[in-house]
């Protein structure tokens, strides 16, 4: 004991360890998290594919790859879009539910609990995404070891990105129910308008521009990209693919070190 | 390190333009039992979160084991373990688990950290179900594994928020015997806000806090020698009508606390019969008792303990 009691803080790395394993720990115990993570977006492919496949059959078709095939990137990212968010805001239930006092009473950074939430969520969110990258074969995408290392990249920083903007809007929040708000008003949208849905080119001018403005585009393009590395007609990408990738980047970045400030800045005064 | 685990001294914290602590003394000695004990609403709490660093004081001084919340919070929290009032373990963990978070948070880890986990779970009485997710277990239990929690890393002194809320007789009973066993075997000074008269009887020193005021402050038998000898408690329908009775026939001052007709007298045991006499068609009981530290309360600010805390 004399030992750790000389220092004052604890070291974050344990911090941040710990916490990311308390998120996995929990999704893993909670089985139907674990279902709906997977069944959700898988549902919305095989509808939503199905149903749009038709009506814009004319303009996707072209570069002859199917509607559904269009579309199965962009359920990839849903599905880490709601890992991500839904990992993230049980930051709420985790102070309803009194669990954050006890964390705050720790000697360690706010930033490093944030830090390790996060790292749960985008590890909870790829893990997601790898699983339903198993259906990639089946609809006749290209795979290699360095596609898939590509694509995989690319969500990294989408994950990311989307854990930090989960947690900061979040942490600020007193109810869930306030979020459901936000997940609709926002979130959604934002998916909507990444090209997930619809290529950015056929899309009208105001919502194209929506569409530029919009992070998540350039995540989904450099995702896209990176899972058509082999094939002969990769798809066209929103921006040069290094633009994508940095716009991703910076974006991941700019969330994780906002949420880490915010948690630092607001440590006291019960919050 | 000060033989004062606890020092504040005029201490006060406002929301807005409630005064939720108005110059509060309090000092709790090392390996001590200390009540806080009021009413709700009372300010002990804030006091508490202000002790725990998860809340700043407008003013005056406070200092744990030496160390100011507000300028040094991290070697506060290195030597304070906290048990809250709502529970603060994660219910999808077992027990152990939720020590071994704790512990890494507090930067203990690997065998020590077992080591220090199996310790507690033993202390607490709690290692045959250290496996076990904290939602499966009784909310005694579940109460032992957050004060384990808050032992883990060895802190110098304990806060617990009213740390028998929601606990049955026996369950509490229990954690009581806990806390002493902890006092002697981890030397820790424990300081708890309760609003039950019996858990502050049992504590070495009680502070009473009213309205954000500290009312009276000393150990629970010097505080019921202030009260004046013996206390003789009337149940009756009519408290006021006995209140003028005894007032004009034996000369006696009374005072109501809801249906109860107190009297405080040197010599309560020869009143008996005489009031029995005077009074024997008015009453349903009479009782004669020491007095409690309700008679210590109600003595400092006229007012029932039972009925502000039903508020």
Redesign the interface.
Known sequence: ?NA??A?????VS??V??MW??EL??FW??KSRLFGAVATPLIFWLVLGAGFGRSFSSSVATTDTSYLEYFFPGTVVLAVLFTAIYSTISVIEDRQ???L????????SRGGIVAGKMLGATTLAIAQGILMLLVAPILGIPCSPLSLAYALLALFGVAFGLSGLGLMIAWTMDSTSGFHAIMNLLLMPMWLLSGAVFPISEAHPIIKVLMYANPLTYGVSAFRFGLYHNAETPPTPAAPITACILVTALFALAMVMGSIRLANRTS???R | MSDWAIEVSDLTKSFGDRRALDRVDLDVESKHIAALLGPNGGGKTTLF?IL?????PDSGSVRICGFDPVT????V????G?V?Q????????TAA?NL???G??????GRSLER?IGVMLERFNIDDRAND?VETLSGGLARRVEIA?GML??PNVLLLDEPSTGLDPVARLDLWRQLDDVRKSEGVAVLMTTHILDEAERCDRVTILDAGRVVAADTPSALKGQVGGEVIRIDTDEPQAIVDRVRQELNLSADVVGRTVRIESPQGAELIPKLAAVLSDQVQTITLGHPTLEDVFIQKTGRSFDRESEQ
């Open positions: 004991m750790t009691v220092l004052q803080r604890a070291p344990l911090a360890y710990s394993r308390r720990t929990r115990r909670q539910e009194g669990f006092q006890g964390v705050m009473v720790a000697p360690v006291r005064n019960g | 979160r725990a660093t998860l809340l700043s040094a919070p991290d070697r929290r290195r030597v304070v906290v809250f709502s529970p603060s373990l994660d219910k999808k963990l688990e071994r978070h704790h890494h948070l507090f930067g203990m880890r220090r997710c929690k890393p060895g």
